[in-house]
């Protein structure tokens, strides 16, 4: 079957940096996209990785591992606002999104 | 409008009822999708549609139902609704049904009793 696996929950402090990390097993792969949610609010794009390596965007990178079915979202100078979920989605070989449960990010002061 | 609109906002239904599910967007967006957020679950596809005129059944589909008469609107309907149908429904939609980022709608709470 197909399964994407990342931790429930996170902690963290304000102004640190965090790395949520994301496992799969799919058939076949044509992309792995990370979204944020915010409590009571829909998902919004943060990241596509196709390829294997890092990209950046901000404060917000991510990386793709292809052989090993992992990527994870690296999140820099943690702010209260980066409080949310953090979806993990691959795009399986029929173009569907096949969705984590989701890290929920907890930001302390 | 600009983006994707959704109808309505939340709703308590009683079981074995009708009820219709609303999504329009303004993109120009060829394919859209439903789907369902329960807790602790990732969210889960019940139907998509690639262009205007063609459906397609997703990993939950039973009891849903949708159509696709213009690129805008993409309808789901529960014909008797029951209470495992309680959930957070959200449309999406994407340029192409192909690789392509998807955007979300604002979500409809349906609590089925």
Same mark, same amino acid.
């Given at each position: ?109 | ?36 957020? =329960?807790?602790? %679950?990732? !969210?889960?596809?019940?139907?998509? *549609?690639? /262009? ?20 805008? =609107?993409?309808? %789901?309907? !529960?014909?008797?609704?029951?209470? *495992?149908? /309680? ?25 089925? !009793?």
């Amino acid at each position: 079957g197909q399964n994407i696996d990342q931790p429930t929950e996170m902690t963290a402090t304000e102004g640190a940096i965090v790395q949520i990390n994301c496992t799969y097993q799919t058939s076949g792969f044509n992309g792995l996209f990370w979204y944020q949610q915010h409590a009571g609010e829909a998902p919004t794009f943060l990241s596509y990785n196709v390829l294997d390596g890092l990209e950046e965007k901000g404060r917000f990178s991510s990386f793709l591992s292809r052989s090993k079915g992992y990527s994870y979202l690296l999140l820099k100078e943690l702010q209260m606002k980066d409080s949310a979920s953090y979806l993990c989605a691959v795009m399986d070989s029929n173009y569907q999104l096949i969705w984590g449960a989701g890290t929920k990010l907890i930001i302390k002061p | 409008i600009a983006g994707i609109t959704q109808a309505p906002t939340s709703q308590i239904l009683a079981a074995g009822r009708r009820m219709t599910l609303r999504c329009t967007q303004d993109m120009r967006h060829n394919a859209m999708y439903w789907y369902r957020q =329960d807790l602790g %679950l990732g !969210l889960r596809l019940i139907h998509y *549609s690639n /262009t205007a005129g063609t459906t397609g059944k997703g990993e939950v589909p039973d009891g849903y139902s949708v159509s696709r008469a213009n690129t805008d =609107d993409f309808p %789901l309907t !529960l014909a008797s609704a029951v209470p *495992s149908q /309680t959930s957070v429904y959200f449309c999406a939609s994407s340029g192409t049904g192909g690789a392509d980022t998807q955007y979300f709608g604002p979500g409809t709470r349906l609590t089925v !009793l």
